[in-house]
């Protein structure tokens, strides 16, 4: 199959899971995750008409994206990786949505940024919903206290939670977690889901799911 037809597939599925939990059509935004593949495989899903997709690394994507960009200007470039406070000058100059915000100095350094560019990307933030110690996210009982700061100390306009759940564990108590926590702060957006459970994300709520291999095979 080629990465045509399996994003075909893929938005076959998000429909159904989508009509399946009762919610509307496009109530979901696929985020394709083009990481490690370069411009002439990605070429192809945007002639099939996708539009937006995710990086996780703001040095790969200043490799490819600003002349796909240029040729294809609807498009929308998502962060999902970890944001180094020295790559934000870079991260808010090529990202259209930042899905990783996690930390004080990195919203204190992403206001100070945005106000000197006057480029806003949306933000979203980070939930280590499983505590895991090796990965980024804010801690579950720590995420409205830490949203708070964003909006009232730094000025910023979070739009939702993203969540990577433990590959060990059933990931639906974790959707089920963030989505909780994103209905108490009043936030519509929730990043969470991939190429092995973004279904069981969507009838918890996803509003953005982020599949890669399923789209563009396995990576090297």
């Known amino acids: 199959m080629s990465a045509a037809d399996r ?11 989508t009509a399946a939990a009762g919610r509307p059509d496009g109530a979901v935004t696929l985020v394709a995750v083009s990481k490690t593949f370069g411009a002439a495989d990605i070429a192809p899903v ?19 994206w600003p002349a796909l960009k240029a040729a294809h200007p609807d498009i929308e470039l998502h962060l999902i990786g970890p ?3 020295n790559k934000v000058r870079d991260a808010v100059a090529l990202f259209d ?4 915000v ?7 350094a992403l206001a100070r940024e945005i106000a000197r560019q006057g480029r806003t990307p949306r933000l979203f933030v980070q939930v280590n919903t499983g505590a895991e110690p090796q990965k980024a996210g804010v801690l579950p009982e720590e995420t409205a206290a830490f949203v708070t700061r964003c909006r009232d100390t730094y000025g910023l306009d979070i739009e939702g939670l993203m969540a990577i759940p433990p590959l060990d564990e059933a990931p639906a108590p974790h959707f089920a977690l963030l989505a909780r926590l994103a209905r108490e702060l009043g936030l519509p957006g929730l990043s969470m ?10 009838a918890h709520g ?11 095979g396995s990576r090297g």
């Open 206 to 216: 996803a509003t953005h799911v982020r599949v890669g291999s399923a789209i563009f």
């Open 46 to 64: 945007i002639a099939a008409g996708q539009r937006v997709f995710g990086e996780n690394r703001v040095q790969e994507a200043q490799a490819k």
């Open 193 to 202: 889901g991939m190429s092995a459970d973004f279904e069981i994300g969507i």
């Open 7 to 17: 994003l075909a597939d893929i938005r076959s599925a998000i429909d159904r899971a």
């Open 83 to 85: 944001l180094q406070t």
């Open 97 to 100: 949505v930042i899905e990783t």
């Open 102 to 108: 996690d930390r004080d100095r990195l919203a204190e």
